[in-house]
């Protein structure tokens, strides 16, 4: 029996709408697409109600329907730990919260996503290493609690889980590279499990370009496969010196070609918050097949 999702995916300066249906044993069908030239900068402005009623607005095609959300915030802070082994969900986000005691100032606004490393377990086999990102509270909760009402939630966070998960599908080592204005994130994933994780703050282009190289270098798996390169500072300019300066292949951030999705038409897969969304629903989905 076919599966359906609405996913949304908000970024500060453009946010997507997907649904995506499960087809087959394996493969999905992209229903519906929409990307909008607007983000959380807008709407966190006092003027942005006919903004989100255009939200609204399409999600309420589909009436009831599951909805999955994904938000760029506006920084991580990324905590290595370790929890036991066989801790269930439940039991990682009640350690996830001592530790964000110990770490934050104001734990209470700040959200967490827990992902666990490729590298496994650590101590003798007893406790498994995690990263926790933790991030402000706003705007997630904000979105969340404004499309509630509507739609039941079964997915809130950050856009870091949902990219994650496509290496899962795959199987395949996945390498993004995200270039903002404030910040550089550099990640390596395998089967759904970090292998690299790096987010560093920077103050202008040439930082940015600086750090990015480094990690580009300092880590071999960048020159085997085509790094996916997203964010405001992925422009055409700093991904060509880049590119020239590391020797390393680099393609805009996508949707592997191994995961099968029909009419994809429908979307624009040139913007990266139509591909978080379509990475938000899949993920969504794969505990309802």
Known sequence: MSKSQIACTIDPEECSIVRVKTSGSDGYCLSGCKTFSFGSNTLASSKSERLWIKLSEETAR???????????????????????????????????????????????????????????????????????????????????????????????????????????????????????????????????????????RVKNREESRYFSMKE??????????????????????????????SAVSMKPLGIPSSISISNPDKCRFSSASAVKAISTALMALDGKR
């Open 62 to 200: 589909w009436p009831g329907e599951n909805l999955a959300l994904s938000v760029e915030p506006q920084a991580y802070l990324p905590l290595p730990a370790s929890f036991p082994l066989e801790a269930t969900p439940e039991a990682a986000r009640a350690y996830c919260r001592i530790e964000a005691a110990y770490f934050l100032t104001r734990p209470e606004e700040y959200l967490c996503d827990i992902t666990g490393y490729a590298d496994g377990s650590v101590t003798n086999t007893t406790l498994a290493k995690q990263l926790l990102l933790f991030y402000p509270a706003e705007p997630c909760r904000k979105v969340t609690g404004y499309f509630a009402p509507t739609h039941p939630i079964n997915f809130s966070g950050s856009t870091q889980p949902a990219l994650l998960y496509l290496s899962k599908l795959t199987g395949k080592t996945q390498v993004i590279l995200e270039l903002e204005e404030n910040h550089i994130l550099f990640a390596i994933a395998k089967s759904g499990q970090m292998e690299r994780f790096s987010y560093r």
């Open 216 to 245: 580009l270098l300092d880590n071999p798996v960048c020159r085997e496969i085509e790094v996916q390169v997203t964010g405001k500072l992925a422009d055409r300019a700093m991904t060509k010196q880049i590119r020239k300066e």
